[in-house]
Structures are given as C-alpha cells and as structure tokens.
C-alpha cells in the first residue's frame, strides 16, 4: 500500500478508500478514527455528515515520522464535495488526480502479520462501542445484579468499570436490541415482556405524545445518534426495528411505529427546549399535528345543533310519525 493514495472517506463505488488499504471493514474504522479525533461528524437530529481533521491528520504523521511518512492531502472536483487522502511513504503520483489518470486499479496484498493487527484492532473497537453503550445507560446497577447476584458492584462511571464487568453489561443492552427485534405484533392475546399481564390493543395506527417521547428516549439510549455508528444497518435497526418496534408493542399498537418521523420528532423537540417558545401554550412539541376525522353529521351538530331536529319534524309533519326514515329521506329527495 506504500506509494498509494487512498480515500480517508469512502464513497460508495470506489474502491480507493482506507478500508481497502487497511483490510478492516468502515465499520471498525470509524469508531477508530473518531475516538482518535482524526475525524468528526456534525450531529444534529440526525448524524448528518463526517469532516476529516486535516490538523489532527498532519500531528499525527509527525508522530509517526520516525518510522514511516504519511502524507495527507485534499483534492475538490468541480460540483464535489472536498476529498481527502493519505499515503504512506513517498506517494508514486504528486496528486490522487493524476493517480487515477493512470487507470490503475489500487489493490492492496496484506501481509500475513498484518491478521493479527486487524483482530486487534477490531477487538479495541468492540471495547469502544460497548463501553459508549453503557455510558448512555450509565446507572443501571440493577443489571449487573441480575447478571452477577452473588457479587453485584455499584458502578459509578463507565471509566473505572473493569472490562468483564462491561461485557457482561454490554451483552444485556444487545440483547435487548436483538429481543426487541424479535417482538411479534400480530400476537394475540399479547403478552406483556414481563410475562406478568396482557396488553390490550389499541384501535389506532398514529403514534401519540406518549408513544414518540418514549421512542425518542429508547432510540438515544441504543444509540440512535451516535456518530461511531456506521450510518446504515446499525442505526436504522436501533431506530425502526428495535425502539419503534418495542413501543408500539409496549402500548399495544398494531404495526411498528414510524421510524421514518422520529427524526422530525426529535426535532421538534429539540427546538422546542432551545428557543422556549409555545411551551407555556401546554400544547407538547411533538402531539400530532391532525385534528382527527369529523363526520358530516358532528360538523353540522357544531355549526347548528337544531338543524337535523327540525329537519326530522318536517319530515314527521309531512310523512308522518310512522313513516321509515328510508322512506322519509326518499320522499323528501
């Protein structure tokens, strides 16, 4: 891989990126580069975009100087985004530019040592990843007891948690996750996960105040927003499959929620707690913005609450008081 330029980034199609060049997958290097501060992402109701750290980039090769040069540059094409790229050693090519004039395709041979390298650095991730987890769950003690009754430990911070300690924990929370997954809607009677009740079922499809702030809380606490989760599967798992999944089971709706407004939820809510504004109003940020259906008859109950009476006694006074009322409405039509 010496003399390469690679993508920092990857972008679907190219085969140019750092998870070709290191044979680790983009799910393990994120957590990586980001615990490292060699890249960022902008988080806001959604993990929106990841900038590379040019500085943190250039501090790093100077540490690595002494035994290897790694070379950092960027290139923008017109109507593109900025791309960033490193090599290591002396680059064969001055730009990544005129690389991929040269129409070569960058594949990368790993040594056989290089194996134990990538256990290791997926090993260091997993313990990242886990320990990210608890931190959002930070204080449940109750279930390190469950796991481990004979010598339960209170646990303060996630830092002075010993590793088994975190495994043990980290396996409950997905283990969760996976059972939420597994959650049958179509079950009836439904048993509560408890096992100690039954849910009854709610006639409506539209998640209500209750039902969107309990998915926003069980999404952030999975990890919904967090930025060293790849962007794909893993999150859309944690917000669709597993927390949407496990409320609408909870509270006894028929289908999952949808996911795809937990974004705009959160929004909402946000925005609401930042500016302060229609908080007095005692309407929640995130109710439901429709009114529900009206039927014809309600709607004119409102306007003139004696209309149909008197539409009644017409039809009395004309047909009669044993006339049908199929027979009523025909006459008068």
Not at 132 to 143: A, D, K
Request: hydrophobic share 40%; glycine share 6%; proline share 5%.
């Amino acid at each position: 891989m010496r003399g390469y330029w690679y993508r920092i980034l990857p972008v679907d199609g190219m085969h140019d990126d750092i998870s070709i060049a290191t044979g680790v997958e983009w799910t393990y290097l994120l957590p990586l580069l980001m615990k490292l501060g060699l890249i960022v992402a902008k988080v806001t109701s959604v993990v929106k975009e990841i900038q590379v750290v040019k500085r943190q980039w250039d501090e790093f090769g100077r540490g690595m100087a002494a035994s290897i040069r790694l070379e950092t540059t960027s290139i923008r094409r017109k109507k593109q985004p900025r791309a960033y790229f490193f090599c290591l050693g002396d680059p064969i090519w001055s730009n990544p530019i005129n690389q991929n004039k040269s129409y070569m395709i960058v594949l990368v041979e790993l040594p056989p040592e290089g194996k134990q390298v990538r256990t290791k650095i997926k090993r260091t991730v997993n313990g990242i990843l886990r320990r990210r987890l608890i931190g959002r769950v930070n204080g449940e003690c109750s279930l390190l007891h469950v796991a481990d009754s004979v010598d339960a430990v209170t646990i303060t911070t996630v830092a002075g948690m010993e590793e088994e300690q975190v495994v043990i924990l980290a396996n409950i929370f997905e283990e969760r996750i996976s059972f939420a997954l597994a959650l049958d809607l179509n079950r009836r009677p439904r048993v509560s996960r408890t096992k100690e009740g039954f849910i009854p079922i709610l006639p409506r499809r539209q998640a209500d105040e209750r039902s969107r702030h309990l998915v926003i809380h069980t999404a952030m606490r999975w990890g919904w927003r967090d930025p060293f989760l790849t962007q794909s599967r893993p999150r859309l798992e944690i917000a669709n499959m597993a927390a949407c999944r496990q409320v609408a089971y909870d509270l006894g709706y028929t289908a999952p929620l949808a996911h795809s407004r937990l974004p705009f939820w959160y929004g909402n809510l946000s925005e609401a707690i930042d500016s302060g504004e229609n908080l007095l109003d005692g309407d929640d940020p995130v109710s439901p913005s429709h009114c529900g259906k009206t039927s014809y008859v309600e709607t004119l109950e409102g306007t003139n609450p004696e209309y149909l009476r008197e539409l009644y006694r017409y039809a009395e006074g004309v047909k009669g008081y044993l006339a049908s009322a199929k027979k009523s409405g025909d006459e008068h039509a």
